[in-house]
């Protein structure tokens, strides 16, 4: 098993390991990705991003622009076009399709629509109106000219054209972000190849782009001298104007999300200051002129306020989640995959002794499960009153002592409920947070090779389970990080299929349908719900 820093492979296994697991204590319904669209229109999504809304504020008005899957992950506004851009996945005899569509929020119609394609990313559009989305592995470009296609080599959702329309930026199958010329086609990596990266953004003057790493640490490109600039860990993260950057710093204690502050980052003084804000907790924050809008991970809704010096001022709620209807919404099918493994599934709260509590137990329960790939474990019964009355054969392992090849884990921590526990918890999360480097000993030591991988890429974890070696993986799933049990994918389309602890986020946290959940690779949209990070 290899441990890839953010992937752990065991005997080949890969973990992509995160000290940060579920948190409880914020809401689970909420609004999601609000863009502000001059004179009047905010535009968002719902925390499955498989909606797409427009509300005018002088009336209150609300229109759903559209109810198909994916439509609210990645979407992008442009203010001199006026337009909204983004993308719908649908399903039609078991085959999913995707098609890049335009909206104008003044004649409340679609502007463009593509036809139906296999794999097709997230259309933007440029000051002059012309439209780029990715067919494949070629970015198509429609304008007044007409048509015109460039090879990119590979699938590469998002692609966002220039404001100018003389250049795009998209990442490559290792996670490298490129940029094109359209005119004389040339083109420039400006990544290192040290870690992935994705979310690729123009400044409003096209001379830098923001980008981010796939555990979540910001870039700036310039243009101008061909260089790098690295902000620091954040999340969320949106030009302001040509000087500034807004994005969310974030702060885990106590395995739940105790800080999620909005931060701005000023380019000339190579500064951020961060609104701390007790009580409240913000994410997806944007801010256009004098008006800020952000989500609330405290109720779900969205709030309208302004920037103070240091602080936010006039804080108050446009739209509740509760207020936006979810009816017709899709749930996602799983679809065909091209690799799959056969792994035993365990729930870390179903599965586990009644008597523990283990909500923090989904880096163990992932550990326990990758080794039983290899039959490791004998079974060891222990009956489950959660979410029907059945027979667990692994779950003791999680948090009761047992011997095996001469290792007695008797290691104490304490679950959520400060009770104690052994077994696999006692020993990976000695605080009650998991360790990736007892994580990685604890797989060893049941006659499992592993090693940690701390660049992890799509183009690494691919291999790994052709080779037949499951991959633990740390995400940003929930918004204080969650360990999953990687098993397969589907090819091209960069969606990763799992053994969930928690469940199937695709169909609402918690439930008991974590067995083959499907979801996708940073960046990249395919109706599933998204990784966000895969970090250490």
Not at 1 to 21: E, N, Q, R, T, Y
Not at 354 to 364: L, T, V
Request: net charge negative.
């Amino acid at each position: 098993m290899k441990l890839l820093s953010g992937f752990l492979s065991v005997a080949g296994l890969i973990l992509f390991l995160s000290a940060h697991l579920l948190s409880y204590d914020i809401a689970e319904k909420r609004l999601a990705q609000p863009h502000f669209l001059p004179p009047d229109h905010i535009v968002f999504s719902i925390e499955s991003h498989n909606a797409l809304f427009l509300l005018t504020r002088s009336d209150g008005s609300l229109v759903r622009i559209s109810a198909e899957r994916g439509s609210g992950r990645y979407f992008s506004v442009s203010e001199e076009q006026h337009t909204i851009a983004f993308k719908e996945v649908t399903e039609n005899e078991g085959i999913k399709r995707q098609r890049a569509c335009i909206y104008s929020p003044f004649s409340r119609r679609r502007t463009f629509q593509s036809a139906w394609y296999p794999l097709c990313g997230n259309p933007s559009v440029s000051s002059d109106g012309s439209v780029a989305f990715s067919v494949d592995s070629t970015l198509i470009v429609y304008n007044d000219k007409g048509r015109r296609s460039i090879d990119i080599g590979s699938y590469s959702n998002l692609s966002p054209i220039s404001h100018n329309g003389c250049h795009f930026v998209c990442n490559d199958k290792n996670d490298q972000l490129w940029v094109y010329g359209f005119d004389r086609y040339e083109k420039i990596c400006i990544t290192n190849g040290s870690v992935g990266f994705a979310y690729p953004s123009w400044s409003p003057d096209d001379s830098m782009i923001l980008f981010a790493s796939l555990s979540g640490e910001l870039y700036i490109y310039f243009f101008g001298n061909d260089t790098v600039r690295h902000i620091g860990t954040g999340c969320h993260q949106r030009w302001v104007d040509n000087k500034h950057i807004i994005y969310v710093k974030q702060k885990i204690e106590h395995y739940m999300l105790v800080n999620s502050d909005i931060a701005i980052y000023d380019l000339a003084e190579n500064k951020t200051t961060v609104f701390q804000t007790p009580g409240e907790l913000e994410t997806e924050p944007f801010l256009s002129e004098s008006h800020l809008f952000y989500i609330s991970l405290v109720d779900g809704g969205l709030h309208e306020a302004e920037l103070g010096e240091n602080n936010i001022l006039s804080v108050r709620k446009l739209i509740a989640r509760e207020q936006i209807p979810i009816h017709g919404e899709k749930k996602s099918r799983k679809q065909r995959a091209n690799t799959i493994l056969n792994i035993p599934y365990m729930h870390q709260l179903y599965d586990t002794r009644d008597e523990f509590h283990g909500g923090w137990a989904c880096g163990p329960t992932s550990c326990v499960m990758a080794i039983q790939t290899y039959n490791m474990l004998s079974n060891w019964g222990t009956v489950c009153s959660g979410p029907y009355q059945h027979m667990s054969l692994f779950g003791r392992y999680i948090s009761d002592i047992y011997t095996y090849n001469g290792i007695t884990y008797d290691w104490m921590s304490y679950d959520p409920n400060s009770n104690p526990a052994y077994g696999a918890y006692g020993y990976i999360c000695p605080g009650g947070a998991a360790v990736w480097a007892n994580m990685e000993q604890y797989i060893v030591w049941h006659g499992v090779s592993s090693y940690m991988d701390v660049t992890p890429t799509w183009s690494e974890f691919l291999p790994e389970i052709d080779n037949g070696y499951p991959v633990v993986v740390s995400t940003q799933l929930t918004a204080a990080g969650h360990i999953i049990l990687a098993k397969g994918y589907v090819e091209n389309q960069h969606t990763l299929i799992s053994n969930d602890p928690y469940g199937d986020k695709n169909l609402g946290y918690c439930n008991y349908f974590g067995s083959g959940a499907f979801y996708d690779w940073p960046g990249y949209n395919n109706g599933y719900e998204n990784l966000n990070q895969v970090k250490v």
